[in-house]
């Protein structure tokens, strides 16, 4: 059953990330330019001069910071949840950030990433049940902490895989996250976990990508990507994957951007016989910069597609709630332009 929850804790939880991050990204932006933290221009770079790299300290600052003033506020959201969310998405940002500044081995990374999406798994995040169409469901049994810590691992870098244009990972985060939370708070199967800190999440990103279009003040880093990524797979798993119907394969039509470019690319060095993990220049955006876009159109191209994958997912899952997903869309669009014009 589908009914829609949202409450006021959802729309001020949004609010108050909002605020923190158009305060705090431009403080991480100070201190990354006097500790010299910053991205340096190479062979895969767009950028032509150096930029800070610690976005996601600003984003995962705002986030937790916004949690805790809810809590205080007495908005605490009770659920078995909510330790696996908090502290793995904490974990993924730690790694991240030592990536940003050290610059990790990828297999070691990996092998983190294993280890982080599992001690979530025992928290009780986990995929156990796969249902089809005309009612065919079977229980995953012990391989449901192979198609968990497949989904989490493969999210979290698919999402950190598309940062690579300004403003593209951000956009397609933001959409994500509100469709997602939208989606949750729908079904009522579903608790206030999932869809408070998709809307969190939401806020607190929409805040950086004022200064990270093109031309960016600030890049999100690994530590931003990774937070954001494990988010948005946990987030999915306990708010919608939960559901005893195909909509639990939602998540996919809504993620599918980062989920098709992390595909085509590990296939296609996998082809070419490199490591998958070995990075390159041929991902979606970077194609259709060749192809003669600019980075905020091929952003627009991307956001345009994220936007269209999310109506069509709200449409089969619960086509009641469309309403408030274009709503979320146009005030997230002309908060972006009111905040981009202000910093302008």
Not at 126 to 151: C, E, K, M, N, Q
Request: hydrophobic letters at 55%; aromatic letters at 12%.
């Amino acid at each position: 059953m589908f009914i829609l929850q949202l409450s006021e804790v959802h729309i001020i939880g949004a609010v108050i990330a909002f605020l923190l991050s158009v305060f705090i990204v431009p403080l991480v932006i100070y201190v990354s330019e006097k500790k010299g933290l910053m991205d340096a221009p190479g062979e895969r770079k767009i950028h032509s001069h150096p930029i800070p790299r610690l976005g996601g300290v600003a984003v995962w600052l705002s986030t937790m910071l916004t949690f805790l003033f809810l809590v205080f506020l007495s908005y605490y959201p009770y659920g078995s949840y909510l330790s696996g969310i908090l502290l793995g998405s904490t974990l993924m940002f730690l790694l991240g950030l030592i990536d940003d500044i050290y610059n990790l081995n990828a297999k070691f990374k990996l092998f983190i990433q294993i280890a982080v999406a599992s001690i979530v798994f025992c928290l009780g995040i986990r995929i156990d049940d796969i249902y089809l169409p005309f009612g065919i469901s079977f229980h995953l049994g012990y391989f449901s902490w192979f198609v968990t810590v497949g989904w989490i691992v493969g999210i979290s870098n698919a999402v950190n895989f598309i940062d690579g244009i300004d403003g593209l990972a951000g956009s397609i985060i933001c959409i994500s996250s509100v469709t997602l939370g939208l989606i949750a708070a729908g079904m009522s199967s579903t608790g206030i976990v999932s869809p408070l800190i998709a809307f969190i999440l939401a806020g607190a990103m929409l805040a950086f990508l004022t200064y990270n279009f093109n031309p960016a003040k600030i890049f999100m880093g690994d530590s931003g990507a990774l937070f954001a990524g494990f988010l948005l797979a946990t987030l999915s798993i306990v708010g919608v994957m939960q559901a005893d119907s195909v909509a639990m394969w939602a998540p996919i039509l809504i993620l599918s951007v980062p989920i098709a470019d992390i595909t085509f690319s590990s296939v296609r060095r996998i082809l070419k016989g490199s490591s998958p993990f070995v990075a390159d220049s041929e991902h979606i955006h970077h194609r259709l910069l060749k192809a003669g876009l600019s980075q905020n159109k091929a952003v627009l191209v991307l956001t345009c597609f994220a936007v269209l994958c999310g109506i069509i997912s709200v449409l089969l899952v619960n086509d009641s709630i469309i309403k408030y997903f274009i709503y979320a869309i146009v005030l997230g669009a002309v908060m972006l332009f009111l905040n981009f014009s202000a910093r302008k």
